[in-house]
């Protein structure tokens, strides 16, 4: 019976089948066997994800025989032959990026590295989902927040002439002086696939009034694609 997520394992996440799509672009839809070196590798990738718990340590978890099926199903999903009863997240998937295997890469880039950083945040305080998954949408939160980054941001706008949002403009006027940087947070211009393991930089900052910040989470999320300011402002603002 053609399932993906194997007898009693979970089922496969959005950031799993985006690294099986990506083996897939790069075998050109010749499917390997469970032997092959790089099958082998992304089953050793999946079974080290922080997430699956004590589903990773039994033998049937994401193992090479398992990725080797993935990758027949997504096959089918491509082709509309062979298996019928494909998983809906690899149909999903390929719908979204089976024509696009640069962009495949990419994300699968980002899903590579944010699975080894995963920050452990508890599952309501990330409510969106970037296109790249929970992990590296974790990853971004955690490094928007770092406190220091913030302060620095923070300082330098203040000597440039003040604080107001990238976004809509509000300064803060109507707010008490001595606090009036707690409406501001800090936000990625640049996402993870370029930024990737390197220090976040402060010209790499925007700042955001807490409102606006929320709004832009949600249009990536919603959108699956990352927006610069002026972008942003054409997909938030009516």
């Known amino acids: 019976m053609a399932v993906t997520k194997g007898q009693g394992n979970p089922d496969w996440t959005r950031e799993e089948v985006i690294l099986a799509l990506d083996l897939y672009h790069a075998f050109d839809g010749k499917i390997p066997g469970p032997d092959d070196e790089r099958v ?32 027949q199903n997504l096959r089918s999903v491509s082709t509309g032959r062979g298996l019928s009863n494909t998983a809906k997240i690899d149909r999903e998937i390929w719908a979204e990026l089976g024509a696009d295997p640069i962009r495949t890469h990419e994300l699968a880039k980002i899903v590579r590295y944010s699975t080894e950083a995963v920050v452990d945040f508890p599952s309501d305080e ?5 296109a790249e998954g929970k992990s590296a949408t974790r990853v971004h939160v ?15 706008r203040l000597k440039l002439g003040g604080l107001k949002c990238d976004l809509c403009g509000d300064a803060g006027s109507n707010v008490e002086p001595a606090i009036r940087d707690s409406m501001f947070e800090c936000h990625h211009i640049i996402p993870l696939s370029i930024i990737g393991e390197t220090k976040t930089k402060v010209k790499d900052m925007a ?3 807490a409102s606006c910040h929320r709004l832009l989470h949600r249009a990536i999320a919603k959108k699956k694609q990352w927006f610069s300011i002026e972008e942003a402002k054409k997909q938030i603002f009516i």
């Open 40 to 71: 082998c590798e992304l089953s050793r990738t999946l079974r080290a994800f922080p997430y699956h718990g004590d589903a990773a340590r039994e033998q049937s978890f994401r193992n090479p025989a398992g990725v080797a099926f993935k990758l």
């Open 207 to 209: 700042l955001l009034c």
């Open 142 to 156: 955690e490094r928007e927040r770092r406190a220091k980054v913030r302060k620095a941001v923070i300082a330098q």
């Open 126 to 130: 990330v409510e969106e989902e970037f």
